[in-house]
Nanobody, 121 residues
Framework: QVQLVESGGGLVQPGGSLRLSCAAS????????MHWYRQVPGKQREWVAI???????NYVDSVKGRFTISRDNAKNMAYLEMNSLKREDTAIYYC???????????????WGQGTQVTVSS
């Protein structure tokens, strides 16, 4: 069974940094795009960043220049390095990936359970 697990969230002061990790586990044939989303209670989930299997990246405008998404294909991991954090970055951060399980030819979308990031003094 394929699973995504995020880690690395926590409480940080404005201007600080955090690094989130997303680990994919289970019987995996391949992983294509990996994304980070975030959600504030009562609001819609917001897309934050993408890293393709080839390493191409893109970001929502509000985090460009501050956040860096990356991945380690050998470890089935994705990361989100967050610098110069602002109070408005406070949210639950979710990893989402298109994963093709072993024995399958088509991938499905999988979500992690989320990790809380709180930016506060």
């Amino acid at each position: 069974q394929v699973q995504l697990v995020e880690s690395g969230g926590g409480l940080v002061q404005p201007g600080g940094s955090l690094r989130l990790s997303c680990a994919a586990s289970g019987s995996i044939r391949s992983i294509s795009d990996m994304h980070w989303y975030r959600q504030v209670p009562g609001k819609q989930r917001e897309w934050v960043a993408i890293v393709t299997s080839g390493g191409s990246t893109n970001y929502v405008d509000s985090v460009k220049g501050r956040f860096t998404i990356s991945r380690d294909n050998a470890k089935n991991m994705a990361y989100l390095e967050m610098n110069s954090l602002k109070r408005e970055d406070t949210a639950i951060y979710y990893c989402y990936a298109i994963i093709t399980p072993s024995g399958r030819s088509v991938g499905n979308g999988y979500w992690g359970q989320g990790t809380q990031v709180t930016v506060s003094s």
